[in-house]
């Protein structure tokens, strides 16, 4: 079992949907980050968060520590918002910048 | 500020061969990580530099390795090339360890 488990593995919305793409992973953890991914390869780090919830234009994010679990919320997506979405945990045994990574969520909005 | 920049952006080569990529952290940042990502095991972490030393290592062969230099910019080696080492290698940099990383564009290894 990975340490990150991301649900689901695909998502097809219609533009203006609300979306929720789900992060669970089994270790304890000093910060977790959700990261966008387009095609080509660039990797834009958009949370990183340890508690509670940020919120950044769109989007949303909340972390439950309890549970081990967190969320990205997309509000009314977007064409634009296709992607894939990669939730990553930096291990409370950590002292650096090391992540662990889940498997990625693809994706597309379609207009 | 400049964002994080990688070179070579693709690369061809052929097995038994060795390899090394570049890294220009953004300026100012101390700390460099560099992945490896696959179709088929996804994202992993390689290793992480700060201030010239290495600071952890993922669990890859001895094959790969790397440094860091006065001026934070990092290098990556990875010697007798195999077909599996096929990859983006992408760097990520940050003011300091723990904090947000910064991703670069990646290097798109190919080795045939």
């Known amino acids: 079992k990975n340490e990150v488990e991301q649900s689901p593995q695909n998502l097809t919305a219609q533009e203006g949907e609300f979306i929720t793409i789900n992060c669970s992973y089994s270790v304890g953890i000093s910060a977790l980050h959700w990261l966008q991914q387009h095609p080509g390869g660039g990797i834009v780090s958009l949370f990183m968060l340890s508690s509670g919830k940020k919120k950044h234009g769109r989007l949303i994010a909340t972390i439950n520590i309890q549970e081990k679990h967190s969320s990205l919320h997309i509000t009314a997506s977007h064409p634009r918002d296709s992607a894939v979405y990669i939730c990553?945990?930096?291990?409370?045994?950590?002292?650096?910048?090391?992540?662990?990574f889940g498997e990625g969520t693809q994706l597309t909005v379609n207009p | 500020k400049a964002g994080v920049t990688q070179t070579p952006r693709y690369l061809i080569k052929t097995r038994g061969q060795q390899v090394t990529l570049s890294c220009s952290p953004i300026?100012?940042?101390?700390?460099v990580s560099w992945y490896q990502q696959t179709p088929g095991q996804g994202l992993q972490f390689l290793f992480e530099y700060f201030s010239e030393t290495q600071r952890n290592k993922g669990n890859f062969p001895g094959r790969f390795s790397g440094r860091q230099f006065s001026n934070s910019r990092s290098e990556m080696n990875v010697s007798t090339l195999e077909l599996g080492d096929s990859a983006l290698y992408l760097c990520?940099?940050?003011?300091?360890?723990?904090?947000?990383?910064?991703f670069g564009p990646g290097t798109r290894l190919t080795v045939l």
């Open positions: 990553a945990v930096r291990s409370r045994e950590t002292s650096g910048s090391r992540l662990t």
């Open positions: 300026s100012g940042h101390r700390s």
């Open positions: 990520a940099s940050s003011p300091r360890a723990g904090d947000t990383q910064y």
